[in-house]
């Protein structure tokens, strides 16, 4: 195992950071929509909830607020906050098959000066180099795919975190223009 690590080049500690890093913004993300999303329906029994009146965050937020406009500007702030964890989700895993790619490029170039070297007899040197490039490459792709995986389900997760807001955002009254409150 420890040669294979040593094979495949200091791009390997790169890749295996980004992999706990998508690991673990997957599970941040994953744990923030879900908290965000539950409808009261789908809460504990209040015997087995921590705090038995407690509401999910978005329909704490729907009760605090007397109009739908008031809803939808501080619900909007969820949103953004949303889209930017998700392009920093999405950015690591581009990332991690480029850095194999990568990899395979410096395990080719290496394979290329090694036969350069060598007069073209040099198979050991070769094949080393073919190994660099082979080991980060499948190593980007073990660590992109299930972060394809993850993002949709967080974009799925964030389909429905917005789904959430307009259904709470149609509960609530509109705002009184100043031209509809002096008619009344």
Do not use: C
Not at 34 to 40: A, F, G, H, N, V
Not at 57 to 67: E, G, H, I, N, R
Not at 147 to 152: D, P, R, S
Request: proline residues 5%; without cysteine; hydrophobic residues 50%.
């Amino acid at each position: 195992m420890l040669e294979t690590w040593q094979a495949g080049g200091p791009l390997l500690i790169v890749l295996a950071g980004i992999s706990v890093w998508i690991w673990a913004s997957f599970f941040r993300l994953d744990g923030w929509f879900r908290s965000l999303i539950k409808s009261p329906s789908r809460l504990k029994q209040p015997s087995l909830n921590k705090q038995p009146n407690a509401l999910p965050p978005l329909d704490a937020l729907q009760q605090s607020v007397a109009t739908r406009d008031d809803f939808i500007d501080r619900a909007s702030g969820l949103l953004q906050t949303a889209k930017r964890e998700l392009f920093v989700f999405k950015a690591l895993v581009g990332a991690a098959p480029l850095l194999g790619l990568l990899g395979t490029v410096i395990g080719m170039v290496t394979t290329f000066d090694a036969l350069d070297r060598s007069g073209g007899e040099g198979f050991f040197a070769v094949a080393g180099g073919i190994r660099t490039a082979l080991i980060t490459t499948q190593f980007g792709l073990v660590v992109a795919l299930p972060g394809v995986v993850g993002l949709a389900r967080v974009q799925q997760q964030y389909r429905k975190l917005s789904q959430r807001i307009q259904a709470l955002a149609l509960q609530l009254p509109e705002a009184e223009t100043p031209d509809h409150a002096e008619a009344a």
